[in-house]
Protein backbone atom coordinates (compact mmCIF):
# COMPACT_ATOMS: atom_id res chain seq x y z
CA UNK A 1 0.00 0.00 0.00
CA UNK A 2 2.77 1.93 0.79
CA UNK A 3 3.43 2.85 -2.99
CA UNK A 4 0.13 3.58 -3.76
CA UNK A 5 0.74 6.76 -1.59
CA UNK A 6 3.24 9.92 -1.60
CA UNK A 7 5.84 10.26 1.26
CA UNK A 8 3.48 12.64 2.84
CA UNK A 9 -0.01 10.67 2.25
CA UNK A 10 1.97 7.65 3.84
CA UNK A 11 2.92 9.66 7.01
CA UNK A 12 -1.13 10.67 7.02
CA UNK A 13 -2.13 6.74 6.70
CA UNK A 14 0.60 6.20 9.51
CA UNK A 15 -1.13 7.90 11.97
CA UNK A 16 -4.48 6.16 11.77
CA UNK A 17 -5.32 2.92 14.35
CA UNK A 18 -4.36 -0.72 13.26
CA UNK A 19 -8.50 -1.13 13.07
CA UNK A 20 -8.96 1.79 10.39
CA UNK A 21 -5.57 1.20 8.66
CA UNK A 22 -7.08 -2.67 8.47
CA UNK A 23 -10.28 -1.04 6.91
CA UNK A 24 -8.40 1.36 4.99
CA UNK A 25 -6.73 -1.13 3.07
CA UNK A 26 -9.91 -3.38 2.68
CA UNK A 27 -11.73 -0.45 1.27
CA UNK A 28 -8.81 -0.32 -1.43
CA UNK A 29 -8.72 -3.71 -2.42
CA UNK A 30 -12.57 -3.88 -3.12
CA UNK A 31 -12.64 -0.92 -5.72
CA UNK A 32 -13.05 -1.87 -9.40
CA UNK A 33 -10.22 -3.48 -11.06
CA UNK A 34 -10.62 -0.47 -13.59
CA UNK A 35 -10.07 2.17 -10.69
CA UNK A 36 -7.64 0.15 -8.49
CA UNK A 37 -5.16 0.70 -11.52
CA UNK A 38 -5.75 4.59 -10.68
CA UNK A 39 -3.22 5.58 -8.07
CA UNK A 40 -5.25 8.51 -7.60
CA UNK A 41 -8.47 6.39 -6.57
CA UNK A 42 -6.06 4.09 -4.38
CA UNK A 43 -5.17 6.50 -2.59
CA UNK A 44 -8.47 8.11 -2.21
CA UNK A 45 -9.53 4.46 -0.71
CA UNK A 46 -6.52 4.60 1.45
CA UNK A 47 -6.58 8.70 2.89
CA UNK A 48 -10.55 8.01 3.04
CA UNK A 49 -10.80 8.13 6.89
CA UNK A 50 -7.39 10.12 8.24
CA UNK A 51 -9.20 12.57 10.34
CA UNK A 52 -10.18 9.31 12.67
CA UNK A 53 -6.51 9.80 13.85
CA UNK A 54 -6.91 13.05 15.67
CA UNK A 55 -10.20 11.70 17.68
CA UNK A 56 -8.18 8.78 19.83
CA UNK A 57 -11.21 7.24 20.23
CA UNK A 58 -11.49 3.27 20.03
CA UNK A 59 -15.10 1.49 19.01
CA UNK A 60 -17.11 1.86 22.16
CA UNK A 61 -16.51 5.48 22.20
CA UNK A 62 -17.55 5.83 18.53
CA UNK A 63 -20.57 4.34 19.64
CA UNK A 64 -20.90 6.59 22.56
CA UNK A 65 -20.25 9.73 19.81
CA UNK A 66 -23.08 8.36 17.11
CA UNK A 67 -25.12 7.87 20.15
CA UNK A 68 -24.65 11.28 21.19
CA UNK A 69 -24.77 12.77 17.74
CA UNK A 70 -28.54 11.41 17.44
CA UNK A 71 -29.83 12.90 20.79
CA UNK A 72 -28.65 16.22 20.42
CA UNK A 73 -27.11 16.69 17.16
CA UNK A 74 -23.50 16.73 15.71
CA UNK A 75 -22.63 19.71 16.03
CA UNK A 76 -23.08 19.81 19.87
CA UNK A 77 -20.67 16.50 20.56
CA UNK A 78 -17.70 18.26 21.64
CA UNK A 79 -13.93 17.02 22.59
CA UNK A 80 -12.88 13.50 20.92
CA UNK A 81 -16.66 12.55 20.24
CA UNK A 82 -17.18 15.69 17.68
CA UNK A 83 -13.42 15.06 16.50
CA UNK A 84 -14.75 11.53 15.52
CA UNK A 85 -17.94 13.13 13.90
CA UNK A 86 -16.12 15.73 12.45
CA UNK A 87 -13.42 13.31 11.19
CA UNK A 88 -14.11 14.03 7.20
CA UNK A 89 -13.70 17.46 7.73
CA UNK A 90 -10.44 17.12 10.09
CA UNK A 91 -9.15 14.99 7.41
CA UNK A 92 -10.10 16.95 4.52
CA UNK A 93 -7.71 19.69 6.27
CA UNK A 94 -4.61 17.46 7.18
CA UNK A 95 -4.78 16.10 3.54
CA UNK A 96 -4.82 19.70 1.94
CA UNK A 97 -1.96 20.73 4.48
CA UNK A 98 0.40 18.03 3.78
CA UNK A 99 -0.43 18.89 0.01
CA UNK A 100 -1.98 15.04 -0.29
CA UNK A 101 -3.32 14.74 -4.02
CA UNK A 102 -6.67 16.96 -4.73
CA UNK A 103 -8.86 13.40 -5.32
CA UNK A 104 -7.83 12.17 -1.79
CA UNK A 105 -8.38 15.79 -0.22
CA UNK A 106 -11.76 16.25 -1.61
CA UNK A 107 -12.97 12.42 -1.53
CA UNK A 108 -11.58 12.93 2.67
CA UNK A 109 -13.78 15.53 3.09
CA UNK A 110 -16.95 14.43 0.93
CA UNK A 111 -17.09 10.35 1.62
CA UNK A 112 -19.88 10.82 4.04
CA UNK A 113 -21.62 13.41 2.03
CA UNK A 114 -23.28 12.72 -1.31
CA UNK A 115 -24.95 15.87 -1.29
CA UNK A 116 -21.21 17.19 -1.92
CA UNK A 117 -20.27 14.83 -4.54
CA UNK A 118 -21.45 16.67 -7.45
CA UNK A 119 -19.31 19.32 -6.56
CA UNK A 120 -16.15 17.71 -6.65
CA UNK A 121 -13.86 17.42 -9.61
CA UNK A 122 -14.03 13.16 -8.91
CA UNK A 123 -16.60 11.32 -11.48
CA UNK A 124 -19.94 10.87 -9.53
CA UNK A 125 -19.35 6.86 -10.77
CA UNK A 126 -16.25 7.20 -8.70
CA UNK A 127 -17.52 8.40 -6.21
CA UNK A 128 -20.60 5.57 -5.84
CA UNK A 129 -17.80 2.70 -6.59
CA UNK A 130 -15.18 4.39 -3.67
CA UNK A 131 -18.70 4.67 -1.02
CA UNK A 132 -19.39 0.93 -2.32
CA UNK A 133 -15.98 -0.41 -1.37
CA UNK A 134 -16.34 1.03 1.87
CA UNK A 135 -19.20 -0.62 2.21
CA UNK A 136 -21.06 3.12 2.70
CA UNK A 137 -23.20 3.56 -0.35
CA UNK A 138 -26.45 5.52 0.97
CA UNK A 139 -29.69 3.76 -0.19
CA UNK A 140 -31.34 5.41 -3.21
CA UNK A 141 -27.82 6.49 -4.47
CA UNK A 142 -27.04 4.46 -8.15
Do not use: N
Not at 54 to 59: A, F, K
Not at 125 to 137: I, P, R, W, Y
Amino acid sequence: MRASLTPAEWQEWLRLGPADRAEAIATARRLPPALAADARWRAAALLHDVGKAESRVGTAGRVVATCAALVVGPDRVGGRFGRYLRHAQIGEARLAAVGARPEAIAWAGAHHDPGRWATLSIPREVCEALASADGELPPGVK
